[in-house]
């Protein structure tokens, strides 16, 4: 099984910026694996998927709340996702998770991945 670890967490006032990191254990674009996605939870909040990317195309997805401000991107070579996270905005405070499965169809529809990291905080200071 697949083992994803994110990292980059931390504490920041709010207009700075962030880089998340998502590091796989494998390949995120294998025959059953072929979407990722950065998900976000706030306490007391639902949890949120802000963006999501086709490893084999590139494409991507972001949520309303995000777009603009936040990029996804990987190295597949490397087996690693990022989320670049910039002018943030207190309301962007949760626990971040990296997901990684397979979609159909990725990266324009939501979706439920098989595999997720145990999440990095990021904490916004107004």
């Known amino acids: 099984q697949v083992q994803l670890v994110e990292s980059g967490g931390g504490s920041v006032q709010a207009g700075g910026s962030l880089r998340l990191s998502c590091a796989a254990s494998?390949?995120?674009?294998?025959?059953?694996?072929?979407?990722v996605s950065w998900f976000r939870q706030a306490p007391g909040k639902e949890r949120e998927e802000i963006a999501r990317?086709?490893?084999?195309?590139?494409?991507?997805h972001y949520a309303d709340s995000v777009k603009g401000r936040f990029t996804i991107s990987q190295v597949d070579t490397a087996n690693m996702v990022y989320l670049q996270m910039n002018n943030l905005k207190p309301e962007d405070t949760a626990m971040y998770y990296c997901a990684a499965g397979w979609s159909g169809l990725c990266p324009a529809q939501p979706w439920a991945p098989s595999i997720w990291g145990q999440g990095t905080q990021v904490t916004v200071s107004s």
């Open positions: 990317l086709a490893t084999r195309t590139d494409d991507t």
């Open positions: 494998a390949s995120l674009y294998t025959v059953t694996r072929n979407c």
